[in-house]
């Protein structure tokens, strides 16, 4: 319930209280679908976080925050010093207005396709945006024009009629009836009005359920208590005490500060998702190891052959020894009889004597029982890298916390590296190290010499190389362990950025920054330090800025 109507008309209640009549000092943002707002009144200053991500996306109001010294953006350069009138929610949708005392509106819209966005609107016109727009935020200033706000609102017969001709489970009927509900309120008002299938039920259960509803968004409106429900794979805020969740929630917070629960919530799920994250990578890679293991096993016990050829040519051996009087040299083949009698017919080698056809096949049994004992070795080590995996595999998928999973990853480095690289030389600790969006690590050279060994020895082939074009700087390498994909543009950008900062462009704008796969950077012989060159290269231009360190 974290993007809920009814959470972000809790949070624009609270900023209408705390920075009515304020004057707005500052706008700005240091990363990515995130705008800060500075107000200020006698003096005091009081910050806005505007989290625009369609995941965790809120306002926040802070007594103080730091803004970064560099890679910072200004906005709405016009609006500063202009005196705040009130904080609205919007009617029909999740966007928090800011009424300013010139007319202008700046509306924090927490929805839109792959992020939400501000906007700074004037009689009925978009003035300025935060992000690139494309009119998908029309209809919200200028309504009527689609009949968006126009709609009647449904009676309860007209509810119940569209219940009964639903063919999904009474939860699901409910929130597509009543899309603003959501899926959480959905469920719970069916558990607490009882109501089975929706066939099944009576016009007065219906009611009773739609009665649950209303009981529901008065508690939402009005409550000083807030939940965080902690379950397996999500962490789930609540305005309003759900009951069919304690039944499955291994821990269940409360909080009577809304701010507070809101960045609990946010610093749990950030946690959460980077936990299931490396938790599936870690288990698809296990999986995908336990699988070649196996394969290898069963073409392993294959070669109990190699036992049988090998007493074949000895004896063939013995029989050419029992009978080099009887032979000479030149023979195709000797047909003797062993000790036991058995009838031979051995091939010989027309260019040796008998007695070196015979320590010829005396060297084949020698070397196929050799090869045997290998393979036996090996098998024997394969099946004990196969229990290895298992238990490693066990022990992912038992794992509770991100770190647990890291000190896995750290301590089984050559499982968890990409299928057939080479074993890395340097060290991680003796370069520059970051940690990206999705959990990814950069790498970034400190001179000349290190950023030789980054490329040339710890960087792996299918690692991504990042350079800023057309500067000197600092040679970063993005970990990839999956060469069928390509990182996702995100992923690109920061490594970009990172490369961007660390060269001699840092204090431009937007810096143009060359990348390819490492398996494509080669250093010529005799090239200088540092130098190296680089094929398939693609540019891509970013702000010169580094991640924002972790909470």
């Given amino acids: 319930m974290l993007r809920h109507y009814l959470t972000v008309a809790r949070q624009a209640e609270l900023l209408g209280v705390a920075i009515g009549n304020w004057v707005l000092a500052e706008c700005w943002s240091q990363e990515k679908n995130r705008l800060m707002l500075r107000f200020i009144r006698g003096g005091v200053s009081r910050f806005v976080e505007l989290s625009l991500d369609l995941h965790f996306g809120y306002a926040l109001l802070h007594d103080d925050f730091h803004r970064a010294r560099r890679n910072t953006l200004d906005f ?8 705040l009138a009130d904080v609205a929610m919007h009617e029909g949708e999740r966007v928090i207005e800011f009424h300013f005392a010139d007319g202008a509106i700046l509306m924090a819209c927490f929805f839109g396709k792959g992020a939400g966005n501000v906007l700074l609107t004037r009689d009925g016109a978009v003035v300025e945006s935060f992000q690139h727009e494309e009119g998908e935020y029309h209809r919200l200033i200028q309504p009527g024009d689609d009949g968006m706000l126009d709609d009647q609102f449904p009676t309860r017969a007209q509810i119940i009629q569209q219940l009964r001709a639903s063919t999904f489970p009474a939860a699901k009927a409910l929130q597509t009836v009543l899309p603003s509900l959501g899926r959480r309120l959905a469920a719970e008002a069916v558990h607490r009005a009882g109501v089975g299938p929706i066939p099944e039920a009576s016009d007065q259960q219906l009611n009773q359920l739609l009665d649950a509803v209303d009981t529901l968004y008065n508690d939402c409106q009005i409550s000083s208590t807030f939940y965080l429900y902690h379950l397996p794979d999500e962490a789930v805020f609540a305005l309003a005490e759900l009951h069919h969740l304690r039944q499955v929630a291994t821990t269940v917070e409360t909080f009577t500060d809304l701010p507070n629960a809101i960045r609990a919530s946010r610093a749990t799920n950030f946690r959460l ?15 995908s190891e336990r699988t070649r293991l196996q394969r290898a096993l069963a073409k392993g016990r294959d070669d109990h052959e190699h036992e049988a050829r090998a007493a074949e040519w000895e004896q063939m051996a013995n029989a050419l020894v029992a009978n080099l009087h009887h032979l ?12 036991e009698g058995n009838a031979l017919v051995i091939p010989l080698n027309v260019k040796l004597a008998p007695h070196q056809n015979a320590e010829r096949y005396f060297r084949r049994a020698r070397g196929v029982r050799q090869a045997a004992g290998r393979a036996a070795e090996r098998l024997a080590a394969t099946a004990q890298a196969g229990a290895a995996v298992a238990t490693l595999l066990t022990q992912v998928q038992q794992a509770t916390q991100a770190e647990e999973l ?30 990206i969006v999705g959990g990814h690590e950069v790498y970034a050279g400190k001179s000349a010499a290190n950023n030789d060994e980054l490329t040339v020895r710890f960087a792996r082939p299918n690692d991504y190389w990042f350079h800023a074009r057309g500067s000197s700087g600092s040679h970063v390498v993005l970990r990839w362990n999956d060469a069928k994909t390509k990182p996702p543009k995100e992923v690109l950008r920061q490594a970009a950025s990172i490369a961007a900062f660390y060269s001699g462009a840092k204090n431009a704008k937007m810096v143009p920054v060359a990348y390819t796969l490492k398996k494509h950077v080669r250093k010529p012989r005799g090239a200088a330090v540092g130098a190296v060159v680089m094929e398939r290269e693609e540019v891509i231009l970013v702000e010169p800025k580094l991640p924002e360190e972790k909470e």
């Fill in 406 to 435: 890291e000190k896995l990853m750290q301590s089984n480095q050559q499982l968890f590296a990409m299928t057939g690289a080479p074993k890395e030389e340097g060290t991680a600790g003796r370069f520059r190290r970051f940690e």
């Fill in 273 to 287: 998702r980077r936990f299931l994250e490396l938790r599936t990578r870690m288990t698809r890679r296990l999986e």
């Fill in 76 to 83: 709405f350069p016009g609006m500063i010093g202009v005196q």
């Fill in 328 to 339: 000479t040299k030149g023979m195709e083949q000797a047909e003797l009889t062993d000790w």
